[in-house]
C-alpha cells in the first residue's frame, strides 16, 4: 500500500537557524497537505499542495510539492521559539469500501522540530 | 467557525468501565473522523463518516463503537478497554470526505486506561 516517509525524524535548531523537512511517497499524489502539532496540542492544518511543481509561502515558511507529485519539503527560514512542534506530511489514498470509493489521509512519521533561545 | 470541540478533555477508566467520547463540528461538514494518537506517533485512522455513513473501519476491535446521530455529531463509545488503548483520541472533519479537502481536528480526548 501506499507509503509516506517522512524525514528526518528530530531536528533540534539554534534560534534563527533555518529548517527543512521532506516528505516522500511511494506512489502518485494528487496532493498533499502539511500539519503541525505543538507539544500537547492536536494537528493543525497549515497548507495544501496540488499542482506539479507548487510552491507556496506563508511568511517565513516555503512549502514545495515535486514534479512528479511524490515529494515533499517545508522550509521554515530563522527558526524561532514558537515553531516548536511536529510536523507532519500527509497524502490522501483511496480506500475501496462497499463498492464505493473513499479517502483516507496517510501520515509521515512527522519530524519534531526543537529550537534553542 | 473553523473549531472542532470534543469531550471531555482526560478521561481515566477501567477496563470494566463503559464510556463515551463526543465530537461536535458546525462548519456543515459531511465527513467526520476518529484518528487514535500514541506519543511520538502520527495520527492513526480509525473510523470514517461520510453523510453519516460509516464509510471506512480500520479494522478497529470491537470494543471501540462509533456512532454518528447526525452530520455535525460524532461519538465514540468505550467499554471493556485494555491499558494499550492510552492514547490521544482526536476527532476531524472535513468537507465530504473526497480526500482533496482539508481535516480539521480538535483538541483531542485524553484517555488512561487503568
Known amino acids: 500500500g501506499q507509503q509516506v516517509m517522512q524525514i528526518p525524524q528530530y531536528q533540534h535548531v539554534q534560534e534563527g537557524e533555518d529548517f527543512t523537512t521532506y516528505c516522500n511517497s511511494s506512489?502518485?499524489?494528487?496532493?498533499i497537505q502539511w500539519y503541525k502539532q505543538r507539544p500537547g496540542g492536536h494537528p493543525v492544518f497549515l497548507i495544501q499542495?496540488?499542482?506539479?511543481?507548487e510552491v507556496k509561502k506563508q511568511k517565513r515558511l516555503t512549502f514545495q510539492f515535486g514534479e512528479a507529485k511524490k515529494n515533499s519539503s517545508l522550509h521554515i527560514t530563522a527558526t524561532q521559539t514558537t515553531d516548536v512542534g511536529t510536523y507532519f506530511c500527509?497524502?490522501?489514498?483511496?480506500?475501496?469500501?462497499?463498492?464505493?470509493?473513499?479517502?483516507?489521509?496517510?501520515f509521515g512519521k512527522g519530524t519534531l522540530l526543537t529550537v534553542n533561545p | 467557525d473553523t473549531e472542532v470541540t470534543q469531550t471531555p478533555k482526560h478521561l481515566v477508566m477501567g477496563m470494566t468501565n463503559k464510556k463515551s467520547l463526543k465530537c461536535e463540528q458546525h462548519?456543515?461538514?459531511?465527513?467526520m473522523y476518529w484518528y487514535k494518537q500514541k506519543a511520538k506517533k502520527p495520527p492513526e485512522l480509525m473510523f470514517v463518516?461520510?453523510?453519516?455513513?460509516?464509510?471506512i473501519n480500520e479494522s478497529v476491535p470491537s470494543r471501540f463503537s462509533p456512532e454518528c446521530p447526525n452530520s455535525s455529531l460524532l461519538n465514540l463509545h468505550l467499554h471493556a478497554l485494555q491499558p494499550e488503548d492510552s492514547a490521544l483520541y482526536l476527532c476531524?472533519?472535513?468537507?465530504?470526505?473526497?480526500?482533496?479537502?482539508?481535516?480539521?481536528f480538535g483538541p483531542g480526548t485524553r484517555l488512561l486506561v487503568l
Open positions: 462548519m456543515g461538514h459531511r465527513a
Open positions: 463518516y461520510s453523510y453519516e455513513k460509516l464509510s
Open positions: 476531524a472533519s472535513s468537507q465530504d470526505g473526497q480526500g482533496v479537502e482539508t481535516q480539521y
Open positions: 506512489t502518485t499524489l494528487s496532493n
Open positions: 500527509a497524502g490522501p489514498r483511496g480506500v475501496e469500501m462497499g463498492g464505493g470509493s473513499n479517502y483516507k489521509l496517510t
Open positions: 499542495l496540488v499542482k506539479s511543481g
